[in-house]
């Protein structure tokens, strides 16, 4: 997705930071439902590949999502992914999504992976 921007990530926690541009809205011109559900994914999946000791990516499985205010053009999402749990095949992560403007509470998010076998 266009204009990602990393601003922290450790142990399973990622925060990331997306403009909200012509490209990611609809035509209320605020942020497009899918580009919301993408960005819980890319989130998501980056916290849980450095949360998984193997760090695999797996497949999705379960993507849960909320939303309770929109975006507009030209503020920003501030995407908050938390792995919740990885074991032997599957992991858990939640995601917030804010706006960068006022700090209020965007979209939620809920998703599982299948991580897949574990590497020899």
Known sequence: MPGLE???GDDGHVVIRVEVTLDHVNTGKTLHGGAAAT??????SIAIID???HHR???STDLNITW???IPLGDAAIVDAVVLKTGKSLAFVAVEIRRE???A?????RMTKSLGPIPS
């Open 6 to 8: 990393a601003l922290s």
């Open 39 to 44: 960005l819980i994914d890319i989130a998501g």
């Open 51 to 53: 949360a998984d000791e």
């Open 57 to 59: 990516y797996g497949v």
């Open 68 to 70: 309770l205010a929109p």
């Open 101 to 103: 403007s006022d700090d």
């Open 105 to 109: 509470l965007c979209v939620q998010g």
